[in-house]
Nanobody, 122 residues
Framework: VQLVESGGGLVQPGGSLRLSCAASGFTFSNYVMSWYRQAPGKGRELVAA?????????????NYADSVKGRFSISRDNAKNTAYLQINSLEPEDTAVYYC???????????WGQGTQVTVSS
């Protein structure tokens, strides 16, 4: 099983980034995909999640931390086994390592990526 994040980098305040998470080794379409972040000296925080959209649920559902609502957007492409996190209007407080995770439920991530650094600075 692998989750490989990409797309991080150094960006100025107000800028945008699109993070990608390429998954392999499990049935991607059956899993909830989540993005977490960990800022220096802080704990890991769930920022966004998207359900699988499979089974009896009526399509995919998304959930966001209050601190990122309206600026972050999570999506997935089951044909490409990839999840995305579009980050707009970046703020210095968004500086963190961003991790992709997957699990059968949001509250119990089973697999983790290695993380990608996002630094917001002028």
């Amino acid at each position: 099983v692998q989750l490989v994040e990409s797309g991080g980098g150094l960006v100025q305040p107000g800028g945008s980034l699109r993070l990608s998470c390429a998954a392999s080794g499990f049935t991607f379409s059956n899993y909830v995909m989540s993005w977490y972040r960990q800022a220096p000296g802080k704990g890991r925080e769930l920022v966004a999640a998207i359900t699988s959209g499979s089974g009896i649920s009526a399509g995919e559902m998304t959930n966001y931390a209050d601190s990122v609502k309206g600026r972050f957007s999570i999506s997935r492409d089951n044909a490409k086994n990839t999840a995305y996190l579009q980050i707009n209007s970046l703020e210095p407080e968004d500086t963190a390592v961003y991790y992709c995770a997957s699990g059968l439920v949001v509250t119990a991530p089973k697999y983790w990526g290695q993380g990608t650094q996002v630094t917001v600075s002028s």
